[in-house]
């Protein structure tokens, strides 16, 4: 009798280790993925029920508290449970009003001028004493942005460029920006045996031009955004520090249609020189600006929140041609709630015969083109599989409207 006890307390032991092995894997899974923020609608109640499908999670729940009768701007912290009893993670949940706004899917040009310059490589100087790299030897790196040179504020390469050649081989002090830090140093120019002149050894750019799509605009102020990702710089891949910017006019001529390995393409021109709106904002969440006039006569619909967002059928509105923009099907097949996602926060596919035959897919230029589901904006075209141009990333659209309110609360103050 002993012997059957041992063995059945060992059997026991070794399954509550396996359960709340599982168990604590769930909860720091959850902790990881399910959002430290959500927002409900002025006068709807929070519902947790999809966001807990969308990860899985259909035993996440929390203690309930009714937000259907409180007001704009009203927010608590709930605590978010696995199993109605364990622990996962406090979540903020804020209450907003209900925004309309109206879908985009208009090519727009973009020219965009940096606040300082990128350094987007680093070379040598060949003088009479051997090769110099005045930028490597002042700590320099590919990617950092120069703010400063000798206090003097830089915009545009032709400014560095004379700045350094004029310095007679004098120290120069640099600020710059590398990440989130500023940092300053000491840049001492060498003088080449080429040309004879004084060269920092650093490649600088101070601006960029391309082809998205608006995401949406407001009718009242025309505030617009779009891309859904910001504009980086094609050599560091850093994201571009906005100065001053521009939206133009622009035609979409032809398409390139993308394959397996080689992503497509919108091929457009700038209708003319003359801008129709500003650019104010660059972030990883996309460009954000005002509009001189409106894009389109589209209606206004609402936005759907994150959690309120289905996998299943959904539309992409997007111009391929003369003839404006359109709408074609897509699914959307994954979502993702993990708030370090900022831009891939939706797995979507093209199931538009349409769509497929004369882009396979999404092609470069589509970035920004509004994802609807039910008559409702749910976000934004980002990103393609290079290896399968039929799928890509979509971000939500509240990740964008968060950036859209803060411009207007800037303006108001």
């Not at 729940?61 to 009714?66: G, L």
């Not at 970035?367 to 799928?391: E, W, Y």
């Amino acid at each position: 009798m002993s012997k059957f006890f041992n063995k059945f307390f060992k059997t026991t032991a070794v399954v509550a280790l396996a359960l709340s092995t599982v168990i604590m894997s769930a909860v720091t899974f959850y902790n990881r993925t399910m959002p430290s923020n959500f927002y409900v609608k002025e006068g709807s109640d929070f519902v947790l029920s999809q966001a807990s499908a969308i990860t899985g999670g259909k035993a996440i729940n929390y203690e309930k508290t009714s937000f259907a009768n409180k007001t704009k701007g009203t927010s608590e912290i709930v605590e978010l449970k696995l199993l109605n009893f364990i622990p996962i993670k406090q979540t903020h949940i804020k209450v907003i009003n209900d925004p309309t706004i109206t879908p985009g899917g208009t090519p727009f040009g973009i020219k965009l001028f940096t606040k300082g310059v990128i350094v987007i490589d680093i070379t040598n100087v060949q003088t009479d004493s051997g090769i110099a790299c005045p930028a490597k030897l002042a700590g320099i790196l590919k990617g950092d942005i120069v703010l400063t040179i000798n206090n003097i504020e830089v915009s545009s390469n032709e400014e560095v460029a004379d700045i350094i050649e004029l310095s007679n081989g004098e120290n120069l002090s640099v600020t710059l920006k590398r990440d989130n830090q500023t940092i300053k140093t000491m840049l001492k120019p060498a003088i080449s045996n080429v040309d004879g002149k004084y060269k920092g050894g650093l490649w600088v750019r101070d601006s960029s031009a391309g082809i998205g799509t608006i995401t949406y605009y407001l009718k009242d102020d025309l505030r617009f955004a779009g891309l859904g990702h910001g504009i980086c710089d094609i050599d560091t891949g850093k994201i571009m520090p906005l100065n001053t910017g521009e939206v133009c006019e622009v035609s979409i001529n032809s398409v390139l249609k993308g394959k397996a390995g080689t992503p497509g393409e919108l091929r457009g021109s700038f209708i003319s020189d003359e801008c129709v709106g500003k650019l104010v904002l660059n972030n990883e969440s996309g460009i954000f600006g005002t509009l001189s006039k409106s894009p389109n006569n589209f209606e206004s619909v609402p936005i759907r929140l994150k959690q309120d967002i289905q996998k299943g059928p959904a539309k992409i509105i997007c111009t391929l041609d003369e003839t404006g923009p359109k709408e074609y099907a897509i699914n959307i097949d994954k979502i993702d709630l993990n708030p370090k996602t900022m831009t891939k926060n939706m797995v979507i596919t093209v199931t538009d015969s349409t769509l497929l035959s004369k882009t396979g897919g999404i092609v470069q230029g589509m970035s920004g083109s509004p994802i609807l589901q039910n008559g409702s904006l749910v976000g934004a075209v980002t990103h393609v599989f290079v290896n399968n141009p039929t799928k890509g990333y979509g971000i939500f659209a509240e990740n964008m409207v968060n950036f859209t309110e803060m411009l207007a609360n800037s303006k108001s103050k």
